[in-house]
């Protein structure tokens, strides 16, 4: 039997509503899939290049989503989406459909199931968060050449 999952989404929260919503979606059991990172930058595999572009065509899908921001990581993907308008489709909505529309793609399961999000509620929050995507790279080698040389 598997063990029940905790539920991450803020109760009584509308995902519908308008706002920025900081998303992290990992591929499943972390597999390297989307490239790899040297010189504390991200360079994408095929793989990589092609989830790139279906992220940016996330504001052709929808009128009312804006992709402002991501980033494709060898096992993972960050990103700032924006909800504008009464007629935005909920975030689950939206990163359910890339995620099946990826899976579709590659003819099996590359996610893992769910994902992370994060209501963005302050202007300062979103430069954190932005800063955080935009040196993720950087700061991905760092951690596994300091965890390398803890071994």
Wanted: proline share 3%.
């Amino acid at each position: 039997m598997l063990p029940e999952r905790k539920n991450i989404r803020l109760p009584y929260y509308d995902y519908h509503t308008t706002g920025m919503y900081f998303v992290t979606i990992c591929t499943k059991d972390k597999a390297h899939l989307f490239g790899e990172i040297t010189d504390r930058k991200m360079h994408l595999n095929s793989m990589g290049k092609y989830i790139a572009r279906q992220l940016e065509f996330i504001d052709v899908q929808y009128f009312d989503v804006r992709m402002i921001c991501f980033i494709v990581m060898p096992n993972h993907i960050h990103g700032i989406i924006g909800l504008d308008g009464d007629n935005a489709p909920s975030l689950g909505r939206v990163v359910n459909r890339f995620k099946g529309l990826i899976s579709h793609k590659y003819g099996r399961t590359i996610w893992q199931r769910g994902y992370f999000e994060h209501v963005i509620r302050r202007e300062r929050d979103f430069l954190k968060i932005w800063e955080y995507i935009e040196n993720n790279p950087a700061n991905w080698q760092l951690r596994r050449q300091a965890a390398r040389e803890q071994e």
